[in-house]
Protein backbone atom coordinates (compact mmCIF):
# COMPACT_ATOMS: atom_id res chain seq x y z
CA UNK A 1 0.00 0.00 0.00
CA UNK A 2 1.56 3.35 -0.77
CA UNK A 3 -0.26 6.36 0.51
CA UNK A 4 0.33 9.99 -1.21
CA UNK A 5 -0.74 12.87 1.04
CA UNK A 6 -0.93 16.31 0.21
CA UNK A 7 -2.86 19.61 0.68
CA UNK A 8 -0.25 20.95 2.54
CA UNK A 9 0.98 24.77 3.08
CA UNK A 10 0.59 28.27 4.61
CA UNK A 11 -1.89 29.61 5.85
CA UNK A 12 -2.85 32.23 8.56
CA UNK A 13 -4.23 31.85 12.48
CA UNK A 14 -8.21 31.38 11.44
CA UNK A 15 -7.80 29.95 8.53
CA UNK A 16 -8.55 26.40 6.84
CA UNK A 17 -7.09 24.09 5.01
CA UNK A 18 -8.20 20.22 3.90
CA UNK A 19 -5.82 17.31 3.35
CA UNK A 20 -5.99 14.31 1.35
CA UNK A 21 -4.62 11.19 1.38
CA UNK A 22 -4.86 8.98 -1.79
CA UNK A 23 -4.05 5.09 -1.67
CA UNK A 24 -2.62 2.88 -4.23
CA UNK A 25 -1.42 -0.92 -4.59
CA UNK A 26 -3.23 -3.24 -2.15
CA UNK A 27 -5.32 -1.06 -0.84
CA UNK A 28 -8.26 -2.56 1.51
CA UNK A 29 -11.91 -0.48 2.51
CA UNK A 30 -11.75 -2.97 5.40
CA UNK A 31 -9.11 -0.70 7.18
CA UNK A 32 -9.12 2.37 9.58
CA UNK A 33 -7.58 5.14 8.24
CA UNK A 34 -5.54 8.11 10.91
CA UNK A 35 -3.94 11.48 10.85
CA UNK A 36 -0.83 12.12 12.74
CA UNK A 37 1.37 14.90 12.88
CA UNK A 38 4.69 16.05 14.00
CA UNK A 39 6.37 19.15 14.65
CA UNK A 40 9.91 20.02 14.99
CA UNK A 41 12.06 18.85 18.17
CA UNK A 42 8.30 16.72 18.98
CA UNK A 43 6.95 13.51 19.46
CA UNK A 44 4.44 12.09 16.36
CA UNK A 45 1.23 12.86 17.86
CA UNK A 46 -2.45 11.43 16.83
CA UNK A 47 -4.87 13.68 15.14
CA UNK A 48 -7.58 11.88 14.02
CA UNK A 49 -9.12 8.67 12.51
CA UNK A 50 -11.71 7.26 10.61
CA UNK A 51 -12.99 3.64 10.42
CA UNK A 52 -13.45 1.21 7.69
CA UNK A 53 -17.03 2.52 7.32
CA UNK A 54 -16.67 6.16 7.98
CA UNK A 55 -19.13 6.31 10.26
CA UNK A 56 -17.13 6.34 13.52
CA UNK A 57 -14.02 8.75 14.26
CA UNK A 58 -12.09 9.65 17.32
CA UNK A 59 -9.94 13.11 17.77
CA UNK A 60 -6.97 14.03 19.57
CA UNK A 61 -7.63 16.53 22.26
CA UNK A 62 -5.83 20.00 20.72
CA UNK A 63 -7.83 19.22 17.33
CA UNK A 64 -11.36 18.29 18.71
CA UNK A 65 -14.19 20.60 17.30
CA UNK A 66 -11.38 22.36 14.70
CA UNK A 67 -10.67 18.99 12.79
CA UNK A 68 -12.70 16.52 10.70
CA UNK A 69 -11.98 13.68 9.11
CA UNK A 70 -13.56 11.53 6.21
CA UNK A 71 -13.04 8.81 3.60
CA UNK A 72 -14.24 8.08 0.13
CA UNK A 73 -13.62 4.96 -0.21
CA UNK A 74 -15.00 4.62 -3.87
CA UNK A 75 -11.66 6.96 -4.65
CA UNK A 76 -9.55 5.29 -1.81
CA UNK A 77 -9.09 8.78 -0.38
CA UNK A 78 -8.87 10.33 3.04
CA UNK A 79 -9.33 13.91 3.95
CA UNK A 80 -8.53 15.98 6.87
CA UNK A 81 -10.72 19.03 7.00
CA UNK A 82 -9.04 21.57 9.61
CA UNK A 83 -10.73 25.24 10.39
CA UNK A 84 -9.80 27.61 12.85
CA UNK A 85 -5.84 26.70 12.43
CA UNK A 86 -3.29 28.03 14.78
CA UNK A 87 0.09 28.17 14.98
CA UNK A 88 0.60 25.33 17.34
CA UNK A 89 -0.93 23.29 14.53
CA UNK A 90 2.17 23.58 12.48
CA UNK A 91 3.91 19.85 11.77
CA UNK A 92 4.26 18.10 9.00
CA UNK A 93 0.86 15.82 8.91
CA UNK A 94 1.14 11.53 8.17
CA UNK A 95 -1.55 9.84 6.91
CA UNK A 96 -1.49 6.19 7.85
CA UNK A 97 -3.65 2.97 7.36
CA UNK A 98 -4.49 1.01 10.61
CA UNK A 99 -4.26 -2.84 11.00
CA UNK A 100 -7.95 -3.03 12.77
CA UNK A 101 -11.20 -1.72 11.01
CA UNK A 102 -12.19 0.44 13.71
CA UNK A 103 -10.58 3.58 15.32
CA UNK A 104 -7.52 3.48 17.25
CA UNK A 105 -5.05 6.30 18.55
CA UNK A 106 -2.20 4.07 19.06
CA UNK A 107 0.48 4.66 16.90
CA UNK A 108 1.45 0.78 16.95
CA UNK A 109 -1.77 -0.02 15.64
CA UNK A 110 -0.29 1.64 11.82
CA UNK A 111 1.16 -0.24 9.42
CA UNK A 112 0.88 1.95 6.40
CA UNK A 113 2.47 5.68 6.35
CA UNK A 114 2.72 8.66 4.08
CA UNK A 115 5.51 10.82 3.29
CA UNK A 116 3.95 13.66 4.87
CA UNK A 117 2.85 17.30 3.60
CA UNK A 118 3.71 20.20 5.81
CA UNK A 119 1.42 22.55 7.40
CA UNK A 120 2.59 26.06 8.61
CA UNK A 121 0.21 28.33 10.20
CA UNK A 122 1.66 31.75 10.84
CA UNK A 123 0.62 34.33 13.68
Known amino acids: VQLQASGGGLVQAGGSLRLSCTAS????????MGWFRQAPGKEREFVAT????????LYGGSVRGRFAISRDNAKNILYLQMNSLKPEDTAVYFC?????????????????WGQGTLVTVSS
Open 96 to 112: AVSLRSTVTSDRSQYRY
Open 50 to 57: VDWRGSST
Open 25 to 32: GRTSSNNG
